[in-house]
């Protein structure tokens, strides 16, 4: 298939359009007459993930690698390097991000991964009714989200009704009605504001809530003619004990 074939897919499966002003989603590196025959499906890019995979790959990833307009190219520097290194391999780039995230990525996550009943979505943020125990539910997260520790603000013993957005998303927290908000990327000034407005809050992760970008976008590329194959970077982030 052609890049541009692929493209359209995938504006058909979540509309570019959808994605937000400050986003850059769509075709970033790539010839849209060159011909595609097998696609890496991962959260993002690293140097890693770029030299073991094949030349002349399509890579379809959640962030893009380019986000503002570059003023220059320092090859010695990300993500300059990682683009010098596309082009030498004839590798092409495909970002979903906002638009995905509203289509589809929250909301697998809420109820395939987390095993939670929609019971309102708007957008970014899906909400169910459930009750929890504090303890039943940090176990329930690192189980499902594969979680060493997670960080809790305004704990609650009692929780009757739970949000998420997955990546950062606590800037949302003024248009969540919940008791418990479910986000990565917590700041230390978003947890002082969600405590004062008794917002009980968990860190879910930012990867950790997003890694799952890959095998939601497989399934819409089944009936293309196309090898795809999920193959996430690494979490920049380790714990150590």
């Keep these: 298939m052609k890049l541009q074939e692929i493209y359209n897919h995938l504006d058909k499966v979540s509309p570019f359009e959808l994605q937000e002003k400050w986003d850059n989603s769509g075709i970033l590196i790539g010839d849209r007459e060159s011909e595609i025959s097998k696609v890496v499906l991962s959260i993002d890019l690293d140097e890693e993930l770029l030299r073991n995979s094949d030349e002349g790959v399509l890579f379809i990833v959640h962030h893009p690698l380019i986000f503002s307009g570059l003023k220059s190219l320092d090859f010695a520097k990300y993500p300059a390097k990682l683009i010098k290194i596309m082009i030498e391999r004839n590798q092409s780039l495909i970002a979903m991000h906002t638009n995905f995230d509203k289509t589809h990525l929250n909301r697998y996550v809420f109820e ?29 997260l690192k189980s499902r989200l594969d979680l060493e520790q997670v960080k809790v603000v305004n704990p609650k013993d009692e929780i009757a009704s739970i949000a998420l957005t997955t990546g950062s998303g606590a800037s949302m927290m003024d248009m969540i009605e919940a008791d418990c908000f479910l986000t990565g990327d917590i700041k230390y000034h978003d ?6 407005q008794n917002l009980m809050m968990i860190d879910v992760g930012h990867y950790e809530s997003e890694r799952f970008f890959g095998e939601v976008l497989k399934r819409e590329l089944e009936n293309l003619p196309l090898l795809a194959i999920i193959s996430n970077s690494k979490n920049p982030f380790y714990s150590l004990g």
């Design 191 to 196: 947890a002082i504001k969600a405590k004062e």
């Design 112 to 140: 395939e991964i987390l095993d939670f009943d929609v019971e309102y979505f708007e957008e970014y943020i899906c909400t169910t009714k459930k009750s929890w125990q504090l303890n039943d539910l940090i176990r329930h």
